[in-house]
């Protein structure tokens, strides 16, 4: 496609349940992002993958937080038994070069958890 | 660590104004500085990407100024419209290790009057 696609758009779960976020980046774009903004807040990073090299996970909040990407492409970000304070905008970016060109945003996955 | 301030966090400005965004940040051993747009419920809109080696870059009505040694940098919106109104954010991608982040600023919410 011609941005970055998130889905689902908007997500309520229970809290406890497990939720997925797909992140799908531009094509041909190496770096992918997650990034979570919550209410009235600045946005935390999540994690980095850069093209085949060890995700940097270092700003995955709890070991309940985790992300793949296949194939160097879609990410997906899996939040397990979720919890209130989970609640928040899920951001995904992707740029072209090895993470310091320019970020191109989707409109990211709302979660809120009950 | 890389810390990331807005200054200030919302501006009210009539219509036809010309107005500066300031944005500093704490280690100026950076790579690059953009700058991003936020409208209400959506993601991320990049406006300008200047490089560490850059002092400027200009888009329209929009001119981002890079000061690194003092660590600041500035967004001159010129000539305001209602439809500048948003959440501008600025983020630096430090030079060295790892840290391919991006660290945010938390924002300063611009609104233009009719």
């Known amino acids: 496609g011609a941005g970055v696609s998130q889905s689902p758009s908007n997500k309520v779960t229970e809290k406890g349940k497990d939720v997925e976020l797909r992140c799908d980046p531009i094509?041909?774009?190496?770096?992918l992002y997650w990034y979570r903004q919550s209410l009235g807040q600045g946005l935390e990073f999540l994690i980095y993958f850069q093209g085949n090299s060890a995700p940097d996970k270092s700003g995955l909040p709890s070991d309940r937080f985790s992300a793949e990407r296949t194939g160097g492409s879609v990410s997906t970000l899996t939040i397990q038994r979720t919890q209130q304070e989970d609640s928040a905008v899920y951001l995904c970016?992707?740029?072209?070069?090895?993470?310091?060109?320019?970020?191109?945003f989707g409109e990211g996955s709302r979660l809120t958890v009950l | 660590k890389q810390e990331v301030t807005q200054i200030p966090a919302a501006l009210s400005v009539p219509e036809g104004e010309n107005l500066v965004l300031n944005c500093s940040f704490t280690d100026s051993a950076i790579y690059n500085l953009q700058w991003f747009r936020q409208d209400p419920g959506k993601g991320l809109t990049s406006l300008l990407l200047i490089q560490s080696s850059q002092r400027e870059q200009t888009s329209g009505r929009l001119n981002a100024s890079l000061d690194k040694s003092s660590g600041r940098s500035t967004l001159y919106i010129a000539a305001s419209q209602p439809g500048d109104s948003a959440t501008y954010l600025c983020?630096?991608?430090?030079?060295?290790?790892?840290?391919?982040?991006?660290?945010f600023g938390s924002g300063t919410q611009l609104t233009v009057l009719p």
């Open positions: 983020a630096v991608s430090l030079s060295s290790g790892s840290a391919r982040q991006l660290t």
């Open positions: 094509s041909g774009h190496t770096a």
């Open positions: 970016a992707s740029s072209w070069s090895s993470g310091t060109g320019e970020l191109f």
